[in-house]
């Protein structure tokens, strides 16, 4: 599978050493999986979400919409805190949409949050779906490029300060807030056929 390398203050000599968990959910349980969407500046997947004006150039008409990808599966994603230290996570697409059915199922799609802290009135989610070709869901304009299996999420946003921030930039993505199980996880690197076009991209980067 391709591995998503992201913009960090990582390398390649950390991305080659350091520990990698598989980041999962046990569906039954009460404890773990996603709670929250949280409005960021920067997302952890590296991808900024989309807001939508209608086609005419006036506030009254605006949609205030912001579409954009929740979870990227096969991507890896640095992390570093108490518990574990300096590390990396990933989840593939069969996790991604047992988180995506759990966050539905738990009702869970008005819990937004502001940078992980605090919870907003006025947004909510409308829409959801994944990238999944065999159905003929295909990702939204300017996201073609995102795998299979890529969780999607549509808001709306009648909350007034919120959609200051979205215009003005302040927000800019998605993060996904939860519980999760890590699972160590090992990346044959040495026999990824996308190796060399992966540390091209990670020299870029540095």
């Known amino acids: ?24 959910i046990n569906p039954e349980d009460e404890d773990t999986g996603v709670e929250f969407v949280a409005l960021v500046n ?23 919409i912001v579409i954009g990808p929740l979870m990227i599966p096969d ?19 069969e996790m991604v949409k047992k988180i995506a059915e759990k966050f539905m199922r738990n009702q869970n799609s008005n819990n937004v949050n502001k940078e992980h802290k605090d919870q907003v009135d006025g947004v909510f989610m409308f829409e959801t779906f994944l990238k999944d070709s065999s159905r003929g869901i295909s990702a939204p304009n ?6 299979e299996g890529t969780w999607f999420g549509s808001y709306k946003v009648y909350n007034d300060e919120v959609w200051k921030d979205v215009k003005d930039g302040t927000f800019k993505g998605f993060s996904v807030e939860g519980e999760f199980l890590h699972q160590p996880h090992t990346m044959n690197f040495g026999k990824n056929v996308e190796l060399t076009a992966l540390l091209d991209e990670i020299i870029s980067l540095l």
Not at 16 to 23: F, V
Not at 49 to 55: E, G, P, T
Not at 82 to 92: A, I, L, M, P, R
Not at 142 to 147: K, Q, T
Request: glycine share 2%; hydrophobic share 30%.
């Open 1 to 24: 599978k391709k591995i998503t390398p992201i913009k960090s203050n990582s390398n390649i000599r950390k991305i080659m050493e350091l520990p990698i968990y598989k980041l999962v």
């Open 42 to 64: 920067t997302p952890a997947i590296e991808r900024n979400f989309h807001a939508f004006k209608s086609q005419k150039f006036t506030a009254d008409d605006e949609k205030r």
């Open 75 to 93: 991507q890896l994603i640095y992390r570093r805190d108490n518990s574990f230290g300096e590390y990396y996570v990933t989840y593939d697409a």
């Open 142 to 147: 300017g996201f073609e490029d995102l795998p």
